[in-house]
């Protein structure tokens, strides 16, 4: 079945009907045939009956002329009837008795009936019947009708049999014609469905396609089919749902193409994918204006948004420098809302007198333009803006704009928006921006959030600003403080330092005047001359008691000779100068004093004498003394004349007693030391006669050298000893020099100071191998030297 | 903290082996304070200062200036400067050129007091103006002549009473006004030395103890002011030996409102007022 069903729709329809209409044809013809067959048997009994009738008819008229019973008369006489056949070949009657047994047949008499025949014939209990049966002869199967009744007369069976198929041999001719006919009937039926259905099919076909395609979504053509029948309606509305289809494919194309006012209308009240398309356009409609107008609001949203977040930025970057801040956000601001001008004013208060806005940076033409303007608060349009705390948006713009302070300058511009910069009703600024296009109030709103931003910034710049302020403050405080607690320090120090050092003074005044009043004459004057405050030594020296000479006036002691002189000393002394001299007093007893006294005054810091002091000491002894050595002076002086001529004697003999030294340099042998022995001098000559270095020889021991003290020590140490007693010393030796003997005579002389003590040795020493002779003169020549030298 | 005279006496001889500055006639006390100041400033003790010293002569040099004391202000002690207009300086009236020796000017405040005096006087002209001080940071600060304004406030009363006003006149009054002299910044609290006065003087380095005379010339008049306070007396009678040797005859020394010389070199002056004068 499931084979057959996705076979098409016209192999179906001939696959089912063409077996039904033959299998419908052949039951037909069979059961003609059958019917035929069963009339032709019943005709062929009633045959037999009437056959039989007769022929039991004749076998009355035998037995009726023969007598009873069958005998041989009986079947001599009907032998001839049954000689013949009834109505076919093989259809004898016959004549059968109990038993079965031919007892009349044309050719069987004799033989017996099949068993099963007779089975029947006993069984039926019938004297007239049919009974079909079937005999097997000769290996043939024959089905055979019986035919018979029952001869009272004779007790026996009058019978026919017949071959069915002698019967029904006129049949088979109709059964021929009978299938002939069927066949016929089959094609003609198959012609017909054929005819008719194919096109049908073919359309079908077509519609499935059509159907098919829609199904998939696909449009396909129109269907060309015009009679109006059912299947040309099908097909018209098949057709016009393509139509329609396609129309609002087109359609629904359009709207795709987002071409919202293409043509369509709604086929009617039932199209309900039409009215569908409908309201979606009309929702697409709607929902494009929406979206437009969404997107209308997302790209100012974005461009507010992205703007915030640029500022955002710059804000950020330059939080700590406010003149670049403001440079940055100005001129930014005027390039991203297109304007023209700009200017940044920040709100200053640090003078509380004069509040105002001060022009902090200025943007225009892409050009930075610095200039330092202040705008009180409430003055011009900036001013009255940072007062009413509002935007000020101005849309025309009086031609002498210029004078209106906008602090913008000179251009003219068309619109005009001025913004606080306010952040929780505190005034922080303001911006004036000035562009030859209108202002939205998308960028308007825009211009004060940023506001707020930079509002925010300035507040935390100007904090930073004060914060640090306030830490430099401090810390320069601190600085200042501890400047201050070093320079206190220093102060207190030098205090200390200097109290210490009047301390040390005032002790070291205080012995001062101890020993003065110990050792010294001391008293205060008063201006009067009169005395105050003795001291001891002074009331001892005028023989009488402190009190007593208090008050005292001094010009009193002063000796009369000099009292006209002191009252000009006094004067003096008042007038600030210090008098220091000898005084000529008179004690109470009348002696005569000296006193070596000054009086000096005392300023206080106005320069006005507050004491006069008066110091002295008795001199009374030293100066009689000095009136006595006044004297020896004079006698001095006598003398000192002639000392001087005697020295201008000296000088001319010392003149004399170079040349004489400088002549006994040359010939003599000089050798000066010390009292200790220390050569300290030794001339050329003597070198040249002894031998040795002079540098040498200075600075050494005589001891060391001569040859005497290596040789007899006792006798140097003698010669010595008196030598440092003040004894000149004589002494002569040789000695061996380059082979020739030289013979040396010295003279020891010691030089004597006032005091007695030996200052130097001077050993004169003569070549007396050569001038021995002159030796007299020489000693004489010396002792001469020695008398100058003790008178110089 | 106590400083002992052991340590001062390290300290001491650190100095002068290590810097050639030598504190040894100083005043013990006086040094000893300074001392004990200077250890608990740098939170150091004793042999840490030392070590420091010696191995830094940079730190050196700063502990002799953190020593030194640097105290003095403008026309500080009014009296004296009365003094100095009315009977010292009137005697030099005559001379051609007047040189004058500040030794120990610290931040300089006396040396322009004294040129701000002599202006008034139509002396400045004349006048070689010498200064000298230990500590070459208070000589930067002289040459700037750049003074906090508020700190010293009491400057201008100074000056009011020494040269506007006269202490042996009252009626007479000179009007000067501050600007001749000062730059005054309240602002920035600074009273700044006008230029004409700072481009004058010679500001050395100089040592009172070591160096003797470092200029070639004498001096008519020596201001040594608040210095010998902190040097024992050996020391004093070698400086003032110092002060006779350079000065002129007739030349003038002066010392500090409480300083007076006493022993050997006392005679060799006669004084005028708080002015000793060369015999």
């Known amino acids: 079945m499931?084979?057959?069903?996705?076979?098409?729709?016209?192999?179906?329809?001939?696959?089912?009907?063409?077996p039904i209409v033959v299998i419908l044809y052949a039951a037909s013809g069979f059961s003609v045939y059958h019917l035929a067959k069963k009339r032709v048997l019943l005709s062929a009994q009633k045959e037999m009956e009437v056959y039989l009738g007769k022929m039991s008819e004749t076998i009355q008229l035998v037995e009726n002329q023969t007598g009873l019973g069958f005998n041989n008369s009986d079947y001599l006489v009907l032998k001839p009837?049954?000689?013949?056949?009834?109505?076919?070949?093989t259809d004898f009657p016959f004549i059968l008795d109990n038993s079965g047994q031919y007892i009349l047949h044309a050719y069987k008499e004799g033989q017996r009936i099949p068993s099963s025949l007779l089975q029947q014939l006993k069984t039926s209990h019938s004297k007239q019947g049919f009974i079909s049966y079937t005999d097997y002869k000769d290996g043939n199967k024959l089905d055979m009708l019986f035919s018979y009744k029952y001869i009272d007369s004779y007790g026996t069976y009058l019978g026919i049999s017949v071959n069915k198929s002698e019967i029904l041999e006129s049949l088979s001719q109709n059964k021929l014609v009978l299938i002939f006919v069927v066949l016929f009937a089959s094609l003609v039926f198959y012609l017909t469905i054929t005819i008719i259905l194919k096109p049908v099919i073919q359309l079908l076909k077509e519609i499935t396609e059509s159907v098919k395609k829609l199904s998939k979504g696909d449009s396909p053509n129109k269907i060309d089919f015009n009679q109006n029948n059912e299947i040309g309606q099908i097909v018209e509305s098949i057709n016009d749902l393509i139509d329609n289809l396609k129309h609002k494919a087109d359609f629904a194309n359009e709207i795709g193409k987002n071409n919202l006012d293409a043509n369509f209308k709604v086929i009617g009240d039932q199209d309900i994918l039409g009215t569908s398309l409908l309201n979606m356009r009309q929702s697409l409609k709607l929902a494009n204006t929406e979206e437009g107008k969404r997107k209308k609001e997302d790209d100012l949203r974005n461009w507010s948004t992205a703007g915030i977040a640029m500022f955002g930025d710059i804000l950020r970057q330059n939080n700590n420098n406010l003149a670049k801040l403001a440079d940055n956000v100005i001129q930014n601001l005027v390039n991203y809302l297109d304007a023209n001008q700009g200017g940044l004013f920040i709100y200053n208060d640090e003078d509380p007198e004069y509040k105002h806005l001060e022009l902090l940076s200025a943007f225009a033409y892409n050009r930075k333009k610095f200039f330092e303007k202040r705008i009180a608060i409430g003055e011009g349009l900036v001013g009255t803006c940072a007062v009413e705390k509002e935007t000020i948006h101005l849309k025309e713009i009086p031609a002498d704009y210029i004078r209106i302070t906008s602090g913008l300058g000179e251009a003219v511009p068309t619109s005009l928006l001025i913004v606080p910069l306010k952040l929780e009703e505190a005034i922080f600024g303001a911006i004036e921006i000035a562009s030859f296009s209108d202002f939205k109030d998308s960028e308007i709103e825009f211009v004060e959030k940023i506001g707020i931003s930079i509002s925010s910034t300035l507040s935390s710049v100007k904090n930073n600003i004060r914060t640090n302020q306030l830490l430099e403050q401090s810390q320069q405080q601190r600085e200042e403080m501890a400047a201050q607690e070093e320079e206190m320090r220093q102060n207190m120090e030098e205090m200390q330092a200097t109290q210490e050092e009047m301390a040390r003074k005032s002790l070291e005044m205080e012995g001062m005047s101890a020993s003065i009043n110990e050792a010294l004459l001391y008293c205060e004057l008063n201006e009067d001359g009169s005395i105050i405050n003795p001291n001891n030594n002074i009331a001892a020296l005028m023989s009488c008691t402190r009190q007593e000479l208090e008050g005292e006036s001094l010009t009193e002691f002063i000796h009369s000779d000099e009292k006209g002189m002191f009252k000009g000393t006094w004067a003096d002394v008042l007038s600030g100068s210090t008098f220091k001299s000898t005084m000529h007093w008179v004690d109470k007893n009348s002696n005569e004093l000296y006193i070596l006294a000054s009086i000096s005054p005392a300023f206080d810091e106005f320069g006005s004498i507050f004491k006069i002091y008066f110091l002295g000491q008795d001199v009374t002894e030293s100066k009689k003394l000095e009136i006595r050595a006044h004297k020896q002076a004079e006698e001095i002086e006598q003398s000192l004349l002639e000392i001087q001529v005697e020295q201008e004697l000296n000088l001319q003999r010392e003149d004399e007693m170079k040349a004489l030294l400088l002549v006994l340099d040359h010939t003599c042998l000089i050798t000066e030391l010390d009292p200790a022995g220390v050569i300290t001098y030794i001339n050329n000559k003597n070198t040249e006669v002894l031998g040795g270095d002079k540098d040498e020889i200075e600075g050494k021991l005589i001891s060391e050298l001569?040859?005497?003290?290596?040789?007899?020590?006792?006798?140097?140490?003698?010669?010595?000893?008196?030598?440092s007693k003040g004894l000149k010393q004589d002494r002569e030796f040789s000695l061996n020099i380059d082979g020739n003997e030289v013979t040396i005579s010295e003279v020891y002389t010691p030089i004597i100071n006032e005091h007695g003590q030996v200052t130097k040795i001077i050993n004169i020493g003569f070549d007396i191998s050569e001038i021995k002779r002159k030796e007299k003169e020489m000693a004489a020549l010396i002792a001469e030297l020695e008398t100058l030298r003790k008178k110089k | 903290m106590i400083v002992?005279?052991?340590?001062?006496?390290?300290?001491?001889?650190t100095l002068k082996n290590v810097a050639k500055y030598d504190f040894s006639e100083y005043s013990d006390k006086s040094l000893k304070r300074r001392l004990l100041k200077v250890l608990t400033d740098l939170n150091l003790d004793l042999g840490g200062l030392i070590t420091n010293i010696k191995q830094d002569s940079c730190f050196a040099e700063n502990i002799v200036k953190e020593i030194t004391v640097n105290t003095t202000e403008l026309f500080r002690d009014p009296p004296i400067w009365h003094l100095l207009r009315s009977r010292v300086l009137p005697r030099f009236k005559n001379n051609k050129t007047i040189n004058i020796w500040h030794a120990g000017c610290s931040t300089g405040q006396e040396v322009y007091s004294m040129m701000i005096l002599l202006n008034e006087m139509d002396m400045l002209d004349k006048a070689k103006i010498f200064a000298t001080d230990l500590n070459t940071d208070v000589l930067d600060a002289s040459k700037k002549g750049v003074y906090k304004y508020r700190f010293n406030i009491g400057y201008l009363d100074n000056f009011d009473k020494v040269i506007k006003q006269n202490p042996l006149n009252f009626e007479e009054y000179?009007?000067?006004?501050?600007?001749?002299?000062?730059?005054?910044?309240?602002?920035?609290?600074?009273?700044t030395i006008k230029k004409f006065l700072t481009e004058k003087p010679i500001f050395r380095k100089h040592d009172l103890v070591n160096d003797g005379n470092l200029f070639f010339a004498k001096f008519d008049l020596i201001l040594c002011r608040n210095v010998i306070i902190y040097f024992n007396y050996s020391l004093q009678n070698k400086v003032f030996e110092l002060f006779h040797a350079n000065l002129y005859p007739k030349g003038c020394l002066l010392l500090g409102m409480h300083e007076t010389i006493l022993g050997p070199w006392a005679n060799k002056f006669e004084k005028i007022g708080q002015a000793y004068v060369k015999k």
Do not use: G, M
Not at chain 1, 81 to 89: D, G, M
Not at chain 1, 714 to 722: P, R, T
């Open chain 2, 4 to 13: 002992t005279d052991q340590d001062l006496q390290y300290f001491v001889t």
């Open chain 1, 2 to 18: 499931k084979y057959t069903q996705n076979l098409n729709l016209n192999k179906q329809i001939l696959l089912f009907t063409i």
């Open chain 1, 81 to 89: 009837f049954f000689n013949q056949n009834a109505f076919y070949k």
């Open chain 2, 174 to 191: 000179n009007d000067v006004p501050y600007e001749k002299y000062f730059d005054i910044d309240k602002l920035k609290d600074t009273i």
């Open chain 1, 706 to 723: 001569d040859f005497v003290a290596k040789n007899r020590p006792k006798e140097f140490k003698k010669f010595w000893e008196n030598l």
